[in-house]
């Protein structure tokens, strides 16, 4: 009678090669939520910087345009309109608001609060607030000089800038 003896080969993985599987992915997992954590920073504050050129160009547009806003402090045949200021109230909050000769318009025409982490950095720009002219007249800049407003995200040196010349160009 011939016995013979097979080799049975289990069909499965070790405890080694399954840790050494869960040690790879959690690798590649934190250094791509890191890198996904950064441009996610990055991307909030483009898009702050976006969002603040976008409203400085609208508050730019109802000047030249000379859009007299429907206030108390505009509304009387005597107010003329004097442009449009771009005020920075604090680090994380602007606001755009008509100045007529009867004094500022009593509301906002936008009042804007920063991402949860983007912050303008002090000093802000000098003037503050930017006036935009009516009728395409520049702005309160003094000639050959920049308002410079600088953005940073909490947690990283990014750091963005937006400079409104004396001219009114917005870059």
């Avoid at 503050?128 to 002219?133: M, R, S």
């Avoid at 050959?144 to 400079?163: C, F, H, V």
């Amino acid at each position: 009678m011939s016995t013979q003896y097979t080799r049975r080969y289990p069909s499965g993985y070790t405890l080694i090669e399954i840790l050494v599987g869960l040690t790879i992915i959690s690798l590649l997992f934190s250094f791509g939520f890191v890198s996904f954590r950064d441009f996610s920073r990055r991307e909030t504050l483009n898009g702050a910087v976006k969002g603040m050129q976008g409203d400085l160009r609208v508050a730019q547009s109802l000047a030249s345009a000379g859009q007299k806003p429907d206030d108390a402090n505009c509304n009387s045949p005597t107010n003329t309109l004097t442009g449009y200021l771009f005020t920075i109230i604090s680090a994380s909050q602007y606001e755009i608001r008509a100045n007529c000769s009867g004094g500022n318009a009593s509301t906002a025409n936008k009042i804007v609060t920063l991402g949860t982490g983007t912050n303008i950095v002090s000093p802000f720009p000098s003037p503050n607030p930017i006036l935009f002219k009516t009728l395409d007249n520049g702005t309160n800049i003094p000639d050959g000089q920049n308002a410079i407003i600088k953005l940073t995200q909490d947690g990283t040196t990014s750091q963005a800038t937006i400079t409104i010349s004396s001219g009114g160009q917005i870059q």
